[in-house]
């Protein structure tokens, strides 16, 4: 008895050296600032990109001849830039943090997190949305939470600085982005499990939740409580859901799946002229942009949230939108400029739901373009748990949990026989796999 009080009293003791350590308090502190950061800087690049994309779409009314102008010359210059001044924000950025996860180098981490490729992503990304690109703000924001997370080791005592905390740093950082981007805190925390790092470690489980909800309040105070796609209370009678479930699944998962396919192989084919030529690509691609932006008649311009939120509130969209939006996002990504295909991806969805409810004209639409969407976003990005609860938070509607869950399910199941490896994963190894040539042919060069 007098053994267990004296082991009691030890623990205790301990357990308050920890707390009131000086060293501790300075790693909370830097810690909760950087994720308070995060849910700032996500909602301020929220409403640039906003009124980038809103300016654009303002212009294609007003002067459309000068949109057709700006994506090919628009890209060009942003391409110039990001080669010139901010290398490492291209694309996404979503497959470089995932790579940042893998890489054991500081100098390797340096070029695709710091605070440079957070401001460069940020800049970058809101003047293509200016120029029409079919991009978003939602995966940059992860790179730029990852980017800030890991930029405070340098502030930061000993502890913080080992290669697991790195590690958990930049996930906290990447769901952090999510929450705030989204206004969806559990999608954020189940983004960074499902995605960056398909495990889940029980040390970094505290440091990714605090993360998340610092960020997703701060974001929440300067915005103000919003949905993403405004609220609906659609729901689906169960004689029917059955039948959309398994259509919006089917064919979400295989058009998601074969953009994925495309977009990675494109990848692969362009990136050496992209490396050779960036602005020459980017100008072609620019071009291609500008071409679907006319025959869509604006329609395939920008994030795609305006035609989105348009479906969802009962809005009509043409019978070919989610095609061409698909091949805008396409040509965007591969121009090579920073911005992320998470909003143009559910601008899609939501098209192709609004399409197959013509085939199912006695269910409710909006119920449809919900399932759409999760179906298609599950097929590109291959995290089914992540997308339908990105679109239920989304959209404010638990009562299709079940359906929207078994339509990401098989969307899943169907992406992966034509795109076995996962988007983001694939990208990322290709990213990992050009630092690791350049890094040896540097060698070389200079033995």
Not at 268 to 296: D, H, M, N, T
Not at 337 to 363: E, K, M, N, R, Y
Not at 407 to 434: E, M, N, W
Request: proline share 5%; aromatic share 10%.
């Amino acid at each position: 008895m007098l053994e267990s009080g004296v082991m009691y009293r030890q623990h205790l003791k301990r357990t308050r050296r920890r707390f009131f350590t000086l060293n501790k308090w300075k790693m909370r502190l830097l810690f909760w600032g950087s994720a308070l950061s995060v849910g700032a800087i996500a909602a301020l690049f929220a409403l640039a990109a906003g009124f980038a994309d809103e300016s654009f779409h303002h212009l294609h009314q007003q002067q459309p001849w000068l949109t057709y102008l700006l994506p090919p010359v628009g890209l060009a210059f942003i391409a110039w830039l990001t080669r010139r001044f901010f290398p490492g924000t291209e694309g996404s950025g979503i497959p470089q943090a995932i790579a940042a996860l893998s890489m054991r180098k500081h100098a390797l981490r340096h070029k695709v997190l710091s605070l440079r490729v957070a401001l460069g992503k940020m800049l970058l990304t809101t003047l293509g949305l200016f120029c029409g690109a079919s991009i978003g703000r939602e995966g940059p924001t992860v790179h730029i939470g990852a980017s800030l997370m890991y930029s405070l080791r340098r502030f930061a005592p000993q502890p913080l600085r080992g290669q697991d905390m790195l590690r958990a740093l930049i996930l906290a950082g990447g769901a952090a982005g999510i929450s705030a981007a989204f206004n969806t805190p559990l999608a954020g925390i189940l983004f960074a499990v499902e995605e960056m790092s398909r495990s889940f470690e029980q040390r970094t489980s505290g440091t990714l939740i605090i993360a998340v909800v610092l960020a997703g309040l701060t974001a929440l105070v300067i915005l103000g409580p919003y949905t993403y796609f405004g609220s609906t209370d659609a729901t689906l009678p169960l004689s029917g859901a059955w039948l959309a479930v398994l259509i919006c699944g089917v064919v979400g998962g295989l058009l998601g799946g074969l953009f994925a396919t495309a977009l990675i192989l494109g990848s692969r084919r362009i990136a050496p002229l992209a490396w050779r030529y960036p602005v020459r690509i980017a100008f072609a691609c620019g071009l291609l942009i500008s071409l679907l932006g006319f025959v869509s008649d604006g329609q395939s311009f920008g994030t795609g949230y305006l035609e989105a939120q348009q479906l969802v509130d009962g809005g009509e969209a043409s019978l070919l939108f989610p095609l061409w939006k698909l091949l805008a996002t396409l040509s965007s990504y591969l121009s090579g400029i920073p911005g992320g295909i998470f909003a143009p991806s559910l601008a899609v969805g939501a098209g192709l739901g609004a399409d197959l409810a013509l085939l199912l004209p006695h269910l409710p639409v909006a119920a449809l373009i919900m399932l759409g969407m999760v179906g298609y976003f599950s097929g590109v990005v291959q995290t089914p748990i992540t997308a339908f609860v990105i679109v239920m938070e989304m959209t404010d509607n638990s009562g299709m949990l079940l359906p929207l869950m078994a339509t990401a399910l098989i969307a899943r199941g169907v992406s992966s026989l034509v795109c076995p490896r996962p988007i983001y994963q694939a990208l990322a190894d290709a990213y990992l796999h050009k630092q690791d040539t350049q890094e040896n042919a540097g060698k070389y060069e200079n033995p």
